[in-house]
């Protein structure tokens, strides 16, 4: 069962243009919800989050708008750079949920191009 | 300061060997995480250490898999006769303690082919 479903699979944007992904959850136990961007060869980075008692975040480029009622949440990238061009990762996490707090449920990832 | 390191960055074994994958979190830092991260299907979680002990082995996939953690700090997962389907890179990630108000900071990964 997947708790974190994320689409786009792929995204080209060209530059200057506003990127958006998407990510749908089922547990209501999730009260965590970042966003990570991975380059080739590295790492997941946290990018930003967000939690249930505010509907947008905003910082910088980057904002995460989120939906409590329909578990949906998204990540819009205003202005896309060459350099955003990696994959993102949503994923959710719960502070009480049993014995898991904390543990990251990810979604299956976007590859973003921007194209200059 | 340094972050998560892995070694090593890539490791090819032979179906039916054992393999040793390590993980050194960032100093201090108590909980530690394993994840796999399999072609086209994001990350899956694997195991938690808090300090040495693992509260929460509930993503490991098979009893072939198994993890340590010494002195609170490196930790070694170790996969026993291994199969195609363990190819993979297997991530690390460390926080300051457990919860979600502790960013998790992740290693670069090992990269896992079995052939």
């Known amino acids: 069962q997947q708790q974190v479903k994320q689409s786009p699979q792929s995204l080209i944007v060209q530059k200057g243009g506003i990127s958006i992904i998407n990510c749908a959850y089922e547990?209501?136990?999730?009260?965590?919800f970042p966003w990570y961007q991975q380059f080739p060869g590295k790492g997941p980075a946290l990018l930003i989050a967000?939690?249930?008692?505010?509907s947008e975040k905003k910082e910088g480029r980057f904002t995460i708008s989120f939906n409590k009622s329909a578990k949906q949440f998204s990540l819009h990238i205003m202005d896309s750079q060459p350099g955003d061009s990696a994959t993102y990762f949503c994923?959710?996490?719960?502070?009480?949920?049993?014995?898991?707090?904390?543990?990251?449920?990810f979604g299956k990832g976007t590859k973003l191009s921007v194209k200059p | 300061g340094a972050g998560v390191s892995q070694s090593p960055s890539n490791k090819v074994t032979e179906k039916g060997k054992d393999v040793e994958l390590r993980c050194d979190p960032i100093?201090?830092?108590?909980?530690l995480y394993w994840y796999r991260q399999s072609l086209g299907q994001g990350l899956e979680f694997l195991i938690y250490?808090?300090?040495?002990?693992?509260?929460?082995k509930s993503g490991l996939p098979s009893d072939r898999f198994s993890a340590e953690r010494t002195g609170g700090s490196v930790s070694t997962l170790t996969i026993q006769r291994t199969q195609q389907e363990d190819s993979a890179v297997y991530l690390c990630?460390?926080?300051?303690?457990?919860?979600?108000?502790?960013?998790?900071?992740f290693g670069p990964g090992t990269r896992l082919t079995v052939t």
């Open positions: 990630a460390s926080s300051s303690q457990r919860g979600i108000s502790y960013e998790q900071y």
């Open positions: 547990n209501t136990a999730f009260d965590y």
């Open positions: 967000i939690r249930p008692d505010v």
């Open positions: 994923a959710a996490s719960s502070e009480n949920y049993g014995g898991s707090q904390g543990n990251l449920i």
């Open positions: 100093s201090g830092h108590t909980a």
């Open positions: 250490f808090q300090g040495n002990s693992a509260p929460d």
